[in-house]
């Protein structure tokens, strides 16, 4: 690279903005957050920072290892290195919360800065991402090749600056909590009560799903080959103006937002067996959920569950593509059965799938096929029933000087084939969800392996669900 300085100033300034954006997003329900052009400044030149120390450090490890170190032992070396050893990540990190302070609270000493009330619960959290995230990330960087780094710093620099934000959040968050518990004493307010002595907490159990219903409408019977590694990433905005009844009507006054986003890792295994390739896939899934009912509101943000993509088997010939798979979700937070709003489901699903992709000549007809079994929620006793959604998506290509361009349509429909139980007995008449959406489309296709996709899905039947229109927005790379 001619210019490797510029590129990281730039791939920074924009990238890790962006996390900072979307962090805002998440948190506060807006994309800009202040001082946004500082910011962007900021992280132009600690990104220069970043790839200075890399180069420095890569080259040192590898002098003080030798040429015949295992690649996996000397990545992971210096990983430790930058990240722990050396101290440069933790030093990196309080620089960044040091310019946080002086743009949040006006111009003071860094001195002044660190001894602010957030900083003390910030450092725990930041020295707990550099063990467990930063670490094996650095490792799997220094393993890929030098032209192959770029993308995936490119990716960290979003993830690096959401867990700077949600850090700095978060800190800010406990130091008010504990501020004022010192100052007034413990005074918890539930509020919500109230809504939740009907049994349910509305939004989290009935009517609801574990997998994002919509989401696979883009070639789903189509993933990595065998020794290729892809990541797939998945946001939408939802919002739900009605809770509706088993006639699509809304019988109280209601109002969420939901926004999610979810990077998925598939990679493929160096098997083939008469055309059967093998994949694995991860996937955690990150929500912000607001919910107001009547005068009563709540608002959650964590990982809501975690999606063990366990075995999927995939068969090409042609212009015709098969996936079958199975899939385990877990829950990803805690749950709390007299809070308004969850993002945990406080259970376990089971989940089949399949999924058939035909792409003749300029046109591709997709569709995917899941059935979501579930187990009880322990804390409310609420059994969900099974449920059956088909995701579909017809695109063509019209303009041949765009050849990678694809205009279509998509949506999904679902439908629940057993009630809902709690304590053992129907909930409401079995509350069996069924919804239809249907909207456009676009997908560019930008190399093989590497597109992004914009959707919007207008929810035509929704009955014993939420209302609304999902936004989504979809982008992946190989590894």
Not at 135 to 145: C, E, G, Q, R, S
Not at 202 to 222: K, L, Q, R
Not at 308 to 316: E, I, P
Request: aromatic content about 14%; hydrophobic content about 45%; charged content about 15%.
């Amino acid at each position: 690279m001619a210019h490797p300085y510029i590129l990281a100033f730039l791939k920074f300034a924009c990238l890790a903005t962006f996390g900072e954006c979307l962090r805002g997003r998440i948190v506060a329900g807006r994309w800009i957050v202040r001082a946004v052009l500082v910011r962007a400044l900021i992280w132009g030149c600690l990104g220069v920072w970043i790839a200075f120390a890399f180069q420095v450090i890569d080259a040192g490890v590898g002098h003080l290892l030798g040429p015949g170190a295992p690649a996996v032992w000397r990545a992971l070396c210096a990983s430790v290195w930058i990240n722990l050893l050396s101290g440069y990540g933790f030093f990196m990190m309080t620089a960044h919360f040091v310019t946080d302070r002086i743009i949040d609270d006006g111009w003071q000493s860094p001195w002044r800065a660190l001894q602010h009330p957030s900083f003390s619960p910030w450092a725990r959290i930041v020295m707990l991402t550099l063990v467990c995230f930063w670490v094996p990330a650095h490792t799997i960087t220094f393993l890929l090749p030098p032209a192959w780094r770029v993308v995936f710093a490119a990716y960290l620099g979003i993830a690096l600056g959401l867990l700077l934000s949600f850090s700095n959040a978060r800190a800010r968050r406990q130091a008010r909590m504990a501020s004022a518990m010192a100052g007034h004493g413990l005074a918890l307010a539930l509020g919500c009560m109230g809504v939740l002595a009907a049994g349910r907490a509305y939004a989290t159990e009935g009517g609801g799903s574990v997998y994002p219903t919509g989401v696979n409408t883009v070639m789903p019977a189509i993933l990595p080959g065998p020794n290729e590694t892809e990541l797939f990433n998945y946001i939408v905005d939802v919002p739900m103006p009605s809770l509706n009844n088993a006639k699509g009507r809304s019988t109280v006054p209601f109002r969420a937002n939901l926004f999610a986003y979810a990077p998925r890792l598939v990679h493929g295994w160096d098997v083939d067996y008469h055309g059967l390739h093998l994949e694995t896939g991860v996937s955690p899934v990150l929500q912000r959920k607001s919910v107001r009912v009547g005068d009563s509101s709540d608002f959650a943000m964590n990982m809501s569950s975690f999606d063990l993509q366990a075995l999927y088997l995939t068969w090409s010939h042609g212009n015709v593509h098969l996936m079958v798979g199975q899939d385990f979700w877990f829950p990803g937070s805690t749950f709390n059965r007299r809070a308004l709003a969850n993002v945990s489901p406080n259970k376990v699903t089971f989940m089949p799938e399949g999924a058939v992709t035909w792409m003749p000549g300029r046109w591709e007809v997709s569709v995917e096929f899941t059935g979501q079994f579930s187990t009880i929620n322990p804390a409310t006793h609420y059994h969900d029933g099974a449920l059956f959604d088909l995701d579909y998506g017809i695109g063509y290509r019209p303009f041949r000087r765009l050849p990678k361009l694809q205009v279509g349509i998509q949506g999904n429909f679902a439908n629940q084939f057993s009630d809902d139980m709690q304590y053992g007995v129907p909930y409401e008449n079995g509350y069996r969800m069924r919804n239809f959406t249907i909207g456009p489309q676009f997908v560019y296709s930008i190399r093989r392996g590497m597109g992004v996709a914009l959707k919007w899905q207008h929810n035509v039947v929704s009955h014993n669900t939420v209302g609304g229109e999902r936004f989504w927005v979809q982008f992946a790379f190989p590894l």
